[in-house]
């Protein structure tokens, strides 16, 4: 029998899942010909691919044609880590409402944060919208650095994550979507270990980032404690 460990992986399925990654790394809506561009494919196979993920709600279309990932992938994602993301709901809720800013979960996923909840104001003027999904790589932005915040300290450390460890959360701008301000903090696990980060992400320049940190730090205090 063969190994099923080397068996080829399918390239259609390959091709869908790049895209997923794609729309969740840019965070706007885009055009099927820079999406194709950007993933090495013919415009016919993007198009053929962002319609199948779009019969399954993964992606949608706005206005113009641009598209961009769907409500079908909060639908997934509320399966992923349930016990941690009921315990995340009401302090993201809390957080939502104290800042009236975007406050969502991320997990780490091999070498990358991974958003897997998001709560947006509903009374501001405007918000950022920050997906389910949404995925960079662990060493940028504030929710990779709380990500790493309990690890062992390293001489390969960058200051920002010394800083973080220092002031007890972390806090970035643009390093993920350019013109974003964001402050995260580590939910411990009984190990001390990382089990998750509660961040917000804002575009308002004049926010108090001490009280900001302060806020989610507590907000993150609380889940861990709820999931002891």
């Known amino acids: 029998m063969a190994d099923e460990g080397a068996a080829p992986q399918s390239q259609t399925l390959d091709r869908g899942i790049r895209i997923l990654e794609h729309l969740a790394a840019v965070g706007t809506p885009q055009p099927i010909a820079e999406i194709g561009q950007a993933l090495g494919l013919h415009r016919s196979i993007t198009y053929r691919l962002l319609r199948t993920l779009e019969d399954h709600q ?8 641009h598209y961009w990932l769907g409500l079908g992938i909060a639908g997934l994602a509320r399966g992923v880590r349930t016990d941690l993301q009921t315990a995340a709901l009401p302090r993201l ?55 790493l915040m309990p690890e062992p300290p390293s001489a390969d450390d960058r200051e920002a994550l010394v800083e973080a460890r220092r002031k ?56 861990a404690a709820a999931l002891r």
Not at 58 to 65: K, P, S, Y
Not at 108 to 131: C, I, K, L, M, W
């Open 93 to 147: 809720n809390a957080l939502v409402a104290e800042l009236g800013m975007t406050a969502f979960l991320v997990v780490r996923a091999g070498n990358e944060a991974v958003t897997v909840a998001s709560v947006e104001p509903q009374d501001t003027a405007a918000h950022v919208v920050y997906r389910p999904g949404t995925r960079h790589p662990v060493g940028r932005g504030a929710p990779g650095l709380a990500l």
């Open 58 to 65: 993964l992606v949608e279309r706005d206005a113009v044609g």
């Open 168 to 223: 007890g959360w972390a806090s970035s701008h643009g390093e993920v979507i350019a013109g974003l301000r964001s402050v995260a903090v580590p939910v411990l696990g009984p190990d001390g270990g990382a089990r998750a980060a509660l961040a917000v992400v804002y575009v308002d320049e004049s926010a108090d980032v001490d009280e900001v940190g302060r806020a989610v730090t507590t907000a993150a205090e609380k889940v």
